[in-house]
Structures are given as structure tokens and as C-alpha cells.
């Protein structure tokens, strides 16, 4: 196995580079009839797309989706859904002085173990920008799970030491942070845009709130729900720690306050996030994931060439100085990517996923 697929029954596969002619993503698995069409994968993908404010990185691109395959009068086929997103404001050469060094805090010395061989430019496969094919594919995953009334939301709840005191779904799209707390999606935009005049960068939190997955959800052992949710997460570029409900507190509590009674409409409290034994229980989901600061940054730093010699080095370029506002939408995206993919394990299973 590559490690470019995601997924059993709903398989996400992507390709391309940073710097190369486009990106992609192909989906197997999708069921047929069901309505689909550019401009709803587009919404998502504007959402994660560069440029969109000071506090992303100025390079611009449109993000613009073409759909090659599976669709045919607006209706998905259920034969491979194939879909391309052309890379049209690459800037290369602000990458050729790391032609032959290894940046501090990327994946460039893993990657040339691992291969012998590696694209500098942005860092080729090991980019974030690789996350418009996940994108892309969240988008078709909606779609599947449109019918449960499923809803995916991610918000910046902290950006260096500023954290939100509330979570408003609805005021998240209102601030270029992307913060559910509009009291404190200021003062994070602050931190920001701090770490940007100091040609540094800053880390954050994000938190994912799933409502109406079904209970029963999730396989168990090896494939439970939050083990998918970590693996999706953790797939993601920057993203250093997951945490499910009440998280990490709970290792100061005792049982007798940390479990959660059952009542006739399922559990009553929700210190789990939502998931039992790998199993969705009907409660709302929640998760947190830890976002480390964008490692390209424009100071000196000390690092290596390919021959071992020390080198000091200087990333040029256009980067992020916080990688969580467009984290949010991926966030959502591989999300939906594993519900999609255990609504059709557990129709396989039951013959109704409800």
C-alpha cells in the first residue's frame, strides 16, 4: 500500500504536488443517483482555498474543481469520481536555494530517506496544499450523509494562548479566523497577525462537533469511530495531538465523575464525545486536535544538506503564520470522508444504517 488511500467501502485516493500541474482526488465506493455537482464541491473548496485574508498566505488560486468522471446529468454514476484541481500560481523559484537542504520542522529529510529522491518545491506530496484533494472529497462524503441530517462543524477554539469561552456554530464563517467565539476571535487574529511581523508562526486548537450520526456507528477493536476520526486527523500535516470529549482532564478524575448515566434518550451527559467502545451512542462528537506552528518561517534557522553539512537557512515563499483557520474545512472534510465510509460498512452490515 501507497499510504494515498483513505477509507474501506468509501475510498478516497489523491495525487499531485504543491508545484506540479494540479491536484486530484478519485473516489471509489460512491453510491449512484445521487445529485452532484461542481459548484457544491466548490463551496468547500473556497472555504480552504489561499489568499483569502492577511492572516493565510498571499498565494492565490482559484481552487477551481473539474469533475472528469462519475457524474453524468448532475447524478453520480457509482463508477469512479474523478476530480482535478489545477495549481495556477506557483512560484518555484523562491524554493531553489533549498534545492539540496533539509528545512527544520517539514517532512523534506523523511521523505528523502525514505525515497533517495524528493521535490523541494513547497515540498511536493508532503505540502498542505495537498488537502484541496481531501477537500474535494469531503464534499461528495456530505453528500452520502445528507440524508441522517449529519452535521460537521470545526472552529479555531485557541490560538497560542487565547482560547474561546464559547462554541456559536453560527458566527464561525463571520471572522477570517474562523473562531466560534466572536469575543475572542480578535484577540486570535491579534496573535496572528503578531507572528506574521515577526516573520514567525503561531499553533492552535481546533474542535470538531458532529451532530445526528446515528447510534451504533463505528466498528469494533482495530476500526472503532474515534481510532478512524484520530487516524483521519492525524493524517493531516501539522496536526500533533487528538483529544475526544472531556480529553485529557479526565485523567484527574474518578469513574464515579467521569462516566456518563444513561437515561431513556441515551447517555445523559457526554464527558465521552460521543463514542463508547468505538461505537457512536447517538450523543453529539467532539474532538480537538492540536495544531503546531507553521514551520516555514523567515528567520534563521540551523539545519543540514544532503551531504550532512551544516548549513543556516532562510525559508522564502508564501506560508501561513497559523495553519488553523484553513484547517477548519479539512478538518470537516476527513470527517465526513470516515462517517461516509462507516454508513456504508453499517449498511453492508444491517442492511439499514439507521
Not at 544538506?305 to 515563499?317: F, L, M, S, Y
Request: net charge neutral.
Amino acid at each position: 500500500m501507497s499510504g494515498n488511500t483513505f477509507g474501506e467501502f468509501f475510498r478516497l485516493t489523491t495525487f499531485g504536488e504543491s508545484h506540479g500541474p494540479a491536484l486530484g482526488a478519485v473516489l471509489d465506493g460512491v453510491p449512484p443517483n445521487l445529485e452532484l455537482s461542481a459548484a457544491e464541491i466548490q463551496r468547500e473548496l473556497d472555504r480552504r482555498r489561499p489568499g483569502q485574508s492577511a492572516l493565510t498566505t498571499p498565494r492565490r488560486e482559484p481552487d477551481q474543481v473539474e469533475i472528469l468522471s462519475g457524474v453524468f446529468a448532475g447524478r453520480t454514476t457509482g463508477t469512479p469520481l474523478a476530480l482535478l484541481i489545477r495549481n495556477t500560481d506557483q512560484r518555484s523559484r523562491d524554493y531553489g536555494e533549498l534545492a539540496t537542504v533539509f528545512r527544520p520542522g517539514h517532512a523534506d529529510y523523511g521523505y528523502f530517506r525514505k525515497y533517495g529522491i524528493r521535490d523541494y518545491r513547497g515540498g511536493g506530496r508532503s505540502s498542505g496544499r495537498e488537502t484541496a484533494a481531501r477537500v474535494a472529497g469531503g464534499a461528495v462524503a456530505r453528500k452520502v450523509l445528507q440524508p441522517f441530517g449529519i452535521q460537521i462543524t470545526a472552529g479555531t477554539v485557541a490560538v497560542g494562548e487565547v482560547r474561546a469561552r464559547q462554541f456559536l456554530a453560527a458566527t464561525i464563517e463571520d471572522n477570517p479566523v474562523r473562531c466560534p467565539d466572536p469575543g475572542a476571535a480578535a484577540a486570535m487574529a491579534e496573535v496572528i497577525e503578531s507572528a506574521r511581523k515577526a516573520t514567525d508562526s503561531v499553533g492552535g486548537l481546533v474542535e470538531c462537533r458532529i451532530t445526528g450520526v446515528p447510534p451504533g456507528w463505528g466498528e469494533p477493536v482495530f476500526d472503532k469511530l474515534d481510532a478512524l476520526l484520530a487516524h483521519a486527523m492525524l493524517s493531516l500535516g501539522g496536526v500533533k495531538g487528538i483529544e475526544f470529549g472531556d480529553g485529557f482532564t479526565v485523567a484527574a478524575r474518578r469513574g464515579s465523575e467521569n462516566n456518563d448515566p444513561f437515561g431513556p434518550e441515551g447517555p445523559m451527559t457526554n464527558h465521552a464525545g460521543g463514542i463508547l467502545g468505538g461505537i457512536a451512542t447517538g450523543a453529539q462528537i467532539v474532538f480537538r486536535i492540536a495544531v503546531k506552528p507553521t514551520p516555514s518561517i523567515a528567520q534563521p534557522q540551523t539545519t543540514v544538506d544532503e551531504q550532512g553539512a551544516p548549513r543556516r537557512i532562510v525559508i522564502h515563499g508564501r506560508h501561513d503564520p497559523c495553519l488553523c483557520p484553513r484547517l477548519v474545512p479539512v478538518v470537516e472534510a476527513m470527517a465526513a470522508l470516515v462517517l461516509a465510509d462507516l454508513c456504508c460498512r453499517q449498511r453492508a452490515l444491517t442492511g439499514d444504517a439507521r
